[in-house]
Nanobody, 123 residues
């Protein structure tokens, strides 16, 4: 199971760090992806990190601003979000893929999913 946390309200230009905590499995064997969904929009890929080699992938819209990392000993994946923009406002979800390469970017590539955490960026 996965649980996302760390969302909140922040002003544009600010930072937040999201956490995705895992339980009940061999976390180190899973790639983890972050996705987001804004009201009225489809769920979109944000970032991912592979198992073992920790290869990362980012959506163009967040490159240079967001950083994904993992701590397998704590069974957590983090998404550091800097220079936040109002268009980053969304519910953020983490999801896992067993033995994922970290390059998968489709929501259907991942299962299971966490419950989501709201990020609101004000102008």
């Amino acid at each position: 199971q996965l649980q996302a946390s760390g969302g909140g309200l922040v002003q544009a230009g600010g930072s937040l760090r999201l956490s995705c905590a895992a339980s009940g499995g061999t976390f180190s064997r899973y790639a983890v992806g972050w996705f987001r969904q804004a009201p009225g929009k489809e769920r979109e890929f944000v970032a991912s990190i592979s198992w073992r080699l920790r290869r990362t992938s980012y959506a163009e819209s967040v490159k240079g601003r967001f950083t994904i990392s993992r701590d397998d000993a704590r069974e957590k994946v983090y998404l550091q979000m800097n220079s936040l923009k109002t268009e980053d406002t969304a519910v953020y979800y983490c999801a896992a893929r067993r033995y994922g390469s970290g390059q998968e970017q489709g929501p259907t590539d991942y299962d299971p999913w966490g419950q989501g955490t709201q990020v609101t960026v004000s102008s």
